[in-house]
């Protein structure tokens, strides 16, 4: 049987395909408030439409002030939960699973008010100097996740993954390079952990479904984060309940990264079978066979796939034909789709 297109249950969630459609920032909530827009209302159904088998929308920011920029999605606030439930329904009626993805920018916030990090390092000339966090803005940071766990499960999605990659707040905490803290959130990797394990803590005292975590497995950076100094970090998510990690690398610091198709696949095998957990790889998968060959080899569990969705919504019917599988359309493509 082809891989792709086998079904995966991950507590209970049984996912159709393999195929995940990764979180990517619209920047199109329109009125600074993190509201769902028309834009949304059509972006996200219409890839279930086309066959993909989780959807994952964008980095949905926790608090006011952890917004990669003025338009992000926000869940700090129970008025954005009704727009958030309305692309649920959506996704769900046209045959897709459903994730959200928690997240908190820190220092790489793009915005006017004064932003948070684990240490007073900005990340580059280009951005504010952020404020080290107190513990007291840590404790409420911590909250403010839980809360957006609650009204993630309002609304009505399958799937939680929290953002600890790319450079954002969690990210920071977990890397060394950025991470210059002298108290108990600093310094060894268990104390660069404590704020991601309250986290998790906090999520899971109000969630009881998939749980994933995005990682940046490589800082691409001397002294910085590795794929092996992470299977130490993945063990533990492990222990809190953590059922995949989505394997992603950089952005925590500006750096050189050699991309070419499949560039992120080798960490996530690493995490897969060291730890051992599910994993998820994304970065430059685009083509059917290729992603077929990583799950066949067992060097993942699921393919994200990210900008080739927004150049081909139907790209799983793409890949069933390239792979002889068969694959069901909606009713009203069927003519179309023979």
């Not at 834009?39 to 926790?62: D, F, K, N, Q």
């Amino acid at each position: 049987m082809v891989k792709l297109f086998e079904p995966l249950t991950i507590k209970g969630l049984e996912l159709k395909n393999r195929i995940v459609m990764a979180p990517m920032c619209m920047y199109e909530s329109d009125q600074e408030d993190g509201h769902i827009t028309d834009w949304h209302r059509v972006h996200y159904p219409s890839r279930a439409v086309g066959g993909v088998g989780l959807i994952i929308i964008e980095a949905t920011a926790v608090q006011p002030r952890g917004r990669i920029s003025s338009r992000d999605l926000g869940i700090w606030e129970d008025g954005q939960v009704e727009g958030l439930a309305d692309i649920v329904r959506l996704m769900k009626r046209n045959g897709a699973k459903t994730g959200i993805q928690l997240a908190h920018a820190g220092r790489k916030a793009a915005l006017e008010e004064s932003i948070h990090a684990p240490s007073a390092l900005a990340f580059s000339d280009r951005y504010q100097e952020p404020v080290e966090m107190t513990k007291e803005d840590i404790a409420e940071t911590v909250e403010a996740f839980k809360t957006g766990a609650v009204r993630a499960k309002a609304a009505g999605f399958d799937v939680i993954e929290v953002h600890a990659a790319h450079g954002y707040l969690i990210n920071q905490f977990l890397s060394p390079l950025t991470n210059k803290r002298e108290d108990e959130y600093g310094g060894s990797a268990e104390n660069r952990y404590r704020f991601l394990r309250e986290v998790l803590d906090a999520i899971n005292s109000v969630w009881d479904g998939p749980l994933f975590v995005r990682i940046s497995a490589n800082d691409y950076t001397v002294g910085g984060m590795t794929p092996d100094a992470y299977v130490e970090m993945t063990k533990w998510m492990k222990a809190q309940g953590v059922d995949l990690i989505d394997v992603s690398s950089g952005a925590v610091v500006p750096a050189q990264i050699s991309v070419f198709p499949g560039y992120q696949v080798s960490f996530s095998e690493t995490i897969k079978h060291e730890t051992p957990i599910a994993t998820g790889a994304v970065g430059l998968i685009t083509e059917p066979l290729h992603a077929e060959e990583i799950l066949q080899n067992d060097r993942a569990d699921l393919v994200f796939l990210a900008r080739e969705l927004l150049r081909d919504p139907y790209w799983p019917r793409r890949a069933a034909k390239a792979l002889g599988a068969g694959i069901t359309p909606p009713v009203p493509y069927e003519r179309g789709w023979v």
